[in-house]
Every structure is written in structure tokens, then in C-alpha cells.
């Protein structure tokens, strides 16, 4: 088994290198843990052991103890697609679709006409009444990462607001 201990974020290594070579297509649910096995595109087993807290996002490396280098890519998943119903609903409709979403704490991805979550039949229900178009798909997941979360990549106590204690996490 490859143990891999090392994560790059995509958007800091533009190394040509990394349009090649092996990959791993995780879900999202995956991504969040910091200790799990999968298996990449070469078929090597691999023991993926990083730092408490971080989080993976499609574009990311993984370093492996021999120096390999394996992309990280987001699986199709199943998701709900969140649009404005274009016969009577604007922009604003998908605005307080995300503030109530927010308000109950749900992952969500924000992208410019829509909006993506986890399968939940009750807030599918509450977002058809509030007249917005749900759709199932299975697409990458990409949620936002919070607030206190750096550039919207990987998450970590370290840098985290000074003001914000978190008792969940240490």
C-alpha cells in the first residue's frame, strides 16, 4: 500500500506534470475525511494520512511517500440542482434559496445560475414551494468552504478567525 501524506492545493501548483500520471476520483464525503484508502488510476492501493481537518477539492495533489504525485478529482455524485424557475421566478429567488439553505447549515455550491446540494427530499419540497426548479443530477460536488475557511480551499484551525471558537474542532 502507497501511503500518501502530502496535499497541494490545485490553485497553488500549476506544474505541467499534473495533467498526467495517476488520479483518484473521490466524493465528496471522501474529500472531508483526512484518513481513508482508496485506489488511483495506476490501480495502487493507496493510504491517504493528512493533517486533521483538510478537506480535498477537484484540481488538488496528493504526494505520496515515493514522490509520486496523484490528482485529485470530484466524482459524479448525486446532487439536487437548484434553478429559477425562468416563467416566474428572478435572480432573487435563488438568493433567499441560499440564505435559507445557509440558515440550516447545508453544504452548498454556489455556481452563477444555480445552485447544487446534497439529495434531501424535505428541502426539495421547501424549495419547489418557494418556487424555484429542482432537478437530480449527478455532477461533482464542490460546496463552499465556510468563512473562516482560507481562499476557499482546504480547511484548518490554524489561521482560523481569532474570535471563533469552535468547540467541534481542535
Given amino acids: 500500500m502507497l501511503i500518501v501524506n502530502r496535499h497541494i492545493p490545485g490553485a497553488t501548483d500549476p506544474a505541467p506534470s499534473r495533467t498526467g500520471g495517476a488520479r483518484v476520483r473521490l ?9 481513508f484508502d482508496a485506489w488511483d488510476s495506476a490501480d495502487r ?4 494520512i493528512l493533517p486533521r481537518g483538510t478537506v480535498l477539492r477537484g484540481g488538488d495533489s496528493l504526494v505520496a511517500e515515493d514522490g509520486s504525485d496523484i490528482l485529485v ?3 459524479l455524485q448525486p446532487l439536487l440542482r437548484i434553478r429559477i424557475d425562468g416563467t416566474r421566478g428572478g435572480k432573487s429567488d435563488l438568493l433567499r434559496a441560499a440564505y435559507h439553505l445557509g440558515n440550516r447549515h447545508v ?4 455556481q452563477g445560475d444555480f445552485l447544487q446540494i446534497e439529495p434531501d427530499p424535505v428541502l426539495a419540497v ?19 468552504a465556510g468563512a473562516y475557511a482560507p481562499s476557499g480551499h482546504a480547511h484548518s484551525d490554524h489561521g482560523a478567525h481569532p ?7 481542535s
Fill in 27 to 35: 466524493n465528496w464525503d471522501t474529500r472531508c475525511k483526512s484518513r
Fill in 163 to 169: 474570535d471563533h471558537d469552535d468547540p467541534g474542532h
Fill in 45 to 48: 492501493r493507496i493510504a491517504v
Fill in 126 to 144: 421547501m424549495l419547489v414551494r418557494m418556487g424555484l426548479t429542482v432537478t437530480e443530477v449527478a455532477a461533482p460536488f464542490e460546496p463552499e
Fill in 73 to 75: 478529482e470530484a466524482a
Fill in 107 to 110: 453544504q452548498l455550491e454556489v
